[in-house]
């Protein structure tokens, strides 16, 4: 009840509901009250139904969204996966473009640039390597 025309609306249910009841209390005067209180619960229900409805298809949207394909050599034959199914021992074969949350080495490159901003706070793109084992 955030809304300040529900929170006069109850107000006013309020009023009408006392009033309602101590000066017309043979006549059911005390029934605009409760048609007022009635419309606000309907109004609040439907609300947060569509509230609800919303925020289901942004997770879903969102799930959709950030699943990104990328190409990955598993047992030997390459396939295309889901980034959120690579496990320890994939060798990912990046593209252009590919977006990969995940920690590796690198076999070969031409000219590879990672954003690291998440982690450094750095704003540009920090060319990479090839890893050298000692």
Do not use: H, W
């Not at 009033?19 to 309907?42: H, K, R, S």
């Amino acid at each position: 009840l955030e809304d300040p025309t529900l929170q006069f609306l109850c107000v006013a249910a309020v009023v009408s509901l006392t009033i309602g009841a101590i000066f017309e209390a043979n006549c059911l005067g005390y029934l605009d009250g409760i048609a007022i209180l009635v419309a606000v619960m309907v109004v609040v229900f439907v609300g947060a139904a569509q509230e609800s409805a919303k925020q289901r298809q942004f997770r879903d949207l969102t799930d959709t969204a950030s699943d990104e394909k990328i190409n990955v050599v598993r047992n030997g034959e390459q396939k295309e996966i889901s980034t959120r199914e690579i496990v320890v021992g994939d060798c990912v074969k990046l593209s252009t473009g590919d977006i990969l949350c995940a920690d590796g080495l690198i076999f070969e490159r031409n000219t590879l640039k990672i954003y690291e901003g998440a982690l450094t706070g750095e704003s540009i793109s920090i060319s990479k390597g090839k890893y050298e084992f000692k």
